[in-house]
T-cell receptor, first 114, second 111 residues
Framework: NAGVTQTPKFRVLKTGQSMTLLCAQDMNHEYMYWYRQDPGMGLRLIHYSVGEGTTAKGEVPDGYNVSRLKKQNFLLGLESAAPSQTSVYFC?????????????FGQGTRLTVV | EDQVTQSPEALRLQEGESSSLNCSYTVSGLRGLFWYRQDPGKGPEFLFTLYSAGEEKEKERLKATLTKKESFLHITAPKPEDSATYLCAVRSSSGNTPLVFGKGTRLSVIA
């Protein structure tokens, strides 16, 4: 049981390049999230999904796109990377059970845009 | 708008010196308040969920409490291995809302 797995763990991009971050969960969770974490800023929500085929914007969605074609996968895309997108990206998933349940996080993807 | 404020930003303790971390929140109906621990270079790790004022939960040297406006994470006789960043998050009861996180408290426990 792997939990939440993020691919890749590290990546360096040149300004203007594109890439996709993959998040996979094996817990049959309905909800999935993408956060970015920057020094002094805490975890900020980029996009999230409450089920297969659905996505919604979070606090900082500009410059990112997402897709949830399969329940277990949540993809985060950067179409034209900018230095301001240098960050650590975390994916999380949770199950909206009665009373609510906690979110489980992946190990993070450290992205540097030069 | 849901908001979470954690204090202090950083805390340095001697081993065995008990203290508390604060999480103040503003939310339109609390569905749950969550505490996480995050070690450097790793993702947040779940510690506790609290649902209603007056609720308390314990795990080893950690105890989380909840009031209508804030939550405290009490650390009793901390050890160096308790050093980490502690994150607080809330989920509103209005619709399918995601977790909103505070900026965290960075705890250092010195032997």
């Amino acid at each position: 049981n792997a939990g939440v797995t993020q691919t890749p763990k590290f990546r360096v991009l040149k300004t203007g390049q594109s890439m996709t971050l993959l998040c996979a969960q094996d817990m049959n969770h309905e909800y999935m999230y993408w956060y970015r974490q920057d020094p002094g800023m805490g975890l900020r929500l980029i996009h999230y999904s409450v089920g297969e085929g659905t996505t919604a914007k979070g606090e900082v969605p500009d410059g990112y796109n997402v897709s949830r074609l399969k329940k277990q996968n949540f993809l985060l895309g950067l179409e034209s990377a900018a230095p301001s997108q240098t960050s650590v990206y975390f994916c999380a998933s949770s199950y909206p059970g009665t009373g609510d349940t906690e979110a489980f996080f992946g190990q993070g993807t450290r992205l540097t845009v030069v | 708008e849901d908001q979470v404020t954690q204090s202090p930003e950083a805390l340095r303790l001697q081993e065995g010196e008990s203290s508390s971390l604060n999480c103040s929140y503003t939310v339109s109906g609390l569905r749950g308040l969550f505490w996480y621990r995050q070690d450097p270079g790793k993702g947040p790790e779940f510690l506790f969920t609290l649902y209603s004022a007056g609720e308390e939960k314990e795990k080893e040297r950690l105890k989380a409490t909840l009031t209508k406006k804030e939550s405290f994470l009490h650390i009793t006789a901390p050890k160096p291995e308790d050093s980490a960043t502690y994150l607080c998050a809330v989920r509103s009861s209005s619709g399918n809302t995601p977790l909103v996180f505070g900026k965290g408290t960075r705890l250092s426990v010195i032997a």
